[in-house]
């Protein structure tokens, strides 16, 4: 069974670029199967899809993040990341990454989330 | 961009009741439709996927129905470990939208 891990600081400053890691374990992310995925949730609020990666390297972001937005992957460690540059206050959420079937687009794991908090 | 409404936003039930939350969409998604239940601190669980095939070791309480705009998803017998919010999910084309949950709170 696939696992995914987030991992990165919990708080980032205004104006800088927020960073965070999710480490997969259990499959392959080379397997082909799967679209790589972060999603976001700030507090008391609902889920926002940021954008998603493939194996090689193919992205897709969501047009209200984008110009802000890069996702990559590391095969050989079996990771993807998240960058989101010019943070705001508006940008506190807990961070998810999650694996999303080829097939029908369905996010079947998901990683436990991590808080990123946006303060100075 | 599609948007995805759900309704109601809150849900007050009873153990043993059959409830109905309804989606959305605002264009035509085939059955591109997702459901995922979440309960504070912790990650959304998929429930039901292209609108009616249920996910391993969910429930057979759990059923989705729908295509097209409108999609359904009804727990036939509320049990205590089903109070929680409920979101669904578009993945007929990007960005990927979810609804914006239905919160479902022990009567």
């Known amino acids: 069974q696939v696992q995914l891990q987030e991992s990165g600081p919990g708080l980032v400053k205004p104006s800088q670029t927020l960073s965070l890691t999710c480490t997969v374990s259990g499959g392959s992310i080379s397997s082909g199967s799967y679209y790589w995925s972060w999603i976001r949730q700030p507090a008391g609020k609902g889920l926002e899809w940021i954008g998603r990666i493939y194996t090689s390297g193919s992205t897709n972001y969501n047009p209200s993040l984008k110009s802000r937005v890069t996702i990559s992957v590391d095969t050989s460690k079996n990771q993807f990341s998240l960058k989101l540059s010019s943070v705001t206050a508006a940008d506190t959420a807990v961070y998810y990454c999650?694996?999303?079937?080829?097939?029908?687009?369905?996010?079947?794991?998901w990683g436990q989330g991590t808080l990123v908090t946006v303060s100075s | 961009d599609i948007q995805m409404t759900q309704s109601p936003s809150s849900l007050s039930a009873s153990v043993g009741d059959r409830v109905t939350i309804t989606c959305r969409a605002s264009?035509?998604?085939?059955?591109?439709l997702n459901w995922y239940q979440q309960k504070p601190g912790k990650a959304p669980k998929l429930l039901i996927y292209?609108?009616?095939s249920l996910q391993s070791g969910v429930p057979s309480r759990f059923s989705g129905s729908g295509s097209g705009t409108d999609f359904t998803l009804t727990i036939s017998s509320l049990q205590p470990e089903d109070f929680a919010t409920y979101y669904c999910?578009?993945?007929?084309?990007?960005?990927?939208?979810f609804g914006q949950g239905t919160k479902l709170e022990i009567k």
């Open positions: 264009q035509s998604i085939s059955s591109y």
């Open positions: 999910q578009q993945s007929y084309s990007t960005p990927h939208s």
């Open positions: 292209a609108a009616s």
């Open positions: 999650a694996s999303q079937g080829i097939a029908v687009g369905d996010f079947d794991y």
